[in-house]
């Protein structure tokens, strides 16, 4: 009787234990005489663990960071959305230390200056108003997410370490981009992602890749077509192969420009490619090419004039777009890089309309025959030119 009873009351104390499931303070130190203030936090389910306290005691005050890192490194690590309201999420936490030490609560959010995350999952925005954070450091040892918005608002922020061993890959809007901080990678994986993302989103902060050691050149290429009416800008995967196929029969297939980044400088920029009936495959040797411009700063730009793909094809043809990317570099001993990095090509296959590529009734190319070609027409024969003629 004592036994079933005993284990009856272990049971229900574990289902209690369960209930209260969430953070769990297991340290506490607040000594103001020996400069000393630490308070960590642990959540057993989720596997994290953080860790506020001074690393320093300035004339102004107590100078605070936060560690977060898992319990168990041999398990996964991440917040949910309800770890950010529970009582002793650091936030709350650090409101009611402050009010008791100073009489008035204070924001964890405007007093840590230091930031370390290793081999947690973080949630979007999750440091989004941690303005005056002036440090950051992502520690991973397989691949990482930095979520969309989640630094989005630290306008204080001066270096940024990011060394993830696996694929980092980064959300939307996941930093300020105003000019003023360092990004620090240690793979090319890593240096391309941030690369690629301050061209994208204009920003003008600094990645320093003095660790890293290049295996290629070419980080990415994005490039804007239009077909049909539909202009729209692609930023291409780094395979070989084919990588589409255009559904709907195009009476307008334009390349009208492409940006590349690269990850140092090279000399040159083009793009190879060539179009065939798909049925006849590959024998001919047409390739063509056009060379990108160095804006500087690994940007290289095509802009023009546009690809006509159409351009003397049969109607009622299936074709294949076969295209890639070279550089030639500063000096031999480097290599030429090529995108996809295999070497290799990539092709985009498309059937031509039974009107053929472009070439009747449709006089401004738009893909459309209607009042805009009559207009088009009127305003040669008034001006002796088309619109686009110099």
């Known amino acids: 009787m004592k036994q079933?009873?005993?284990?009856?009351?272990?049971?229900?104390?574990?289902?209690?234990?369960?209930?209260?499931?969430?953070?769990?303070?297991?340290?506490?130190?607040?000594?103001?005489?020996?400069?000393?203030?630490?308070?960590?936090?642990?959540?057993?389910?989720?596997?994290?663990?953080?860790?506020?306290?001074?690393?320093?005691?300035?004339?102004?005050?107590?100078?605070?960071?936060?560690?977060i890192d898992p319990i168990d490194n041999?398990?996964?690590?991440?917040?949910?959305?309800?770890?950010?309201?529970?009582?002793?999420?650091?936030?709350?936490?650090?409101r009611r230390i402050t009010k008791e030490m100073t009489g008035q609560e204070m924001e964890a959010q405007h007093n840590i200056k230091k930031l370390f995350v290793k081999n947690v999952a973080l949630l979007n925005n999750q440091f989004f108003d941690y303005?005056?954070?002036?440090?950051?450091?992502?520690?991973?040892?397989?691949?990482?997410?930095?979520?969309?918005?989640?630094?989005s608002e630290d306008t204080h922020l001066k270096t940024f370490v990011c060394n993830v061993a696996g694929t980092l890959t980064l959300g939307s809007n996941v930093v300020s981009i105003y000019p003023g901080f360092t990004v620090k990678v240690y793979t090319a994986q890593s240096a391309d992602a941030w690369k690629l993302y301050m061209v994208n989103n204009g920003a003008d902060f600094i990645v320093d890749d003095g660790q890293v050691v290049y295996d290629r050149?070419?980080?990415?290429?994005?490039?804007?077509?239009?077909?049909?009416?539909?202009?729209?800008?692609t930023p291409l995967p780094n395979e070989s192969g084919s990588i589409g196929y255009i559904e709907k029969s195009p009476t307008t297939f334009?390349?009208?420009?492409?940006?590349?980044?690269?990850?140092?400088?090279?000399t040159e920029l083009f793009m190879d490619y060539r179009v065939y009936p798909a049925i006849q495959g590959s024998q001919l040797p047409n390739w063509k090419q056009v060379y990108a411009t160095n804006k500087g700063k690994g940007v290289w730009e095509f802009s023009g004039p546009a690809i006509?793909?159409?351009?003397?094809?049969?109607?009622?043809?299936?074709?294949?777009?076969?295209?890639?990317?070279?550089?030639?570099?500063?000096?031999?001993?480097?290599g030429r890089a090529h995108y996809p990095t295999d070497g290799k090509t990539m092709s985009v296959t498309f059937t031509t309309s039974s009107g053929g590529g472009g070439i009747r009734g449709d006089l401004n190319g738009d893909g459309v025959i209607d009042m805009s070609d009559v207009m088009f027409l009127v305003n040669r024969i008034l001006n002796g030119k088309f619109p686009d003629e110099k």
């Open 217 to 233: 050149k070419i980080i990415g290429i994005a490039v804007q077509t239009t077909v049909n009416k539909d202009n729209k800008t």
């Open 74 to 94: 041999t398990k996964s690590a991440q917040f949910t959305s309800s770890d950010l309201t529970d009582q002793n999420y650091w936030e709350p936490l650090f």
């Open 131 to 151: 303005e005056d954070n002036g440090y950051i450091q992502i520690e991973s040892s397989g691949d990482f997410t930095i979520p969309d918005g989640c630094f």
């Open 254 to 266: 334009l390349i009208n420009s492409f940006t590349a980044t690269t990850a140092e400088d090279v």
């Open 308 to 334: 006509d793909i159409l351009s003397g094809l049969q109607s009622n043809t299936r074709y294949c777009l076969e295209f890639s990317f070279s550089t030639n570099p500063i000096s031999d001993k480097e």
């Open 4 to 67: 079933r009873l005993l284990l009856t009351i272990i049971v229900l104390l574990a289902i209690a234990l369960k209930s209260q499931a969430g953070i769990v303070i297991t340290e506490q130190v607040v000594d103001l005489q020996q400069q000393n203030i630490k308070i960590v936090g642990e959540n057993a389910d989720n596997n994290f663990r953080y860790t506020i306290n001074n690393y320093e005691w300035a004339d102004r005050g107590p100078q605070f960071q936060l560690v």
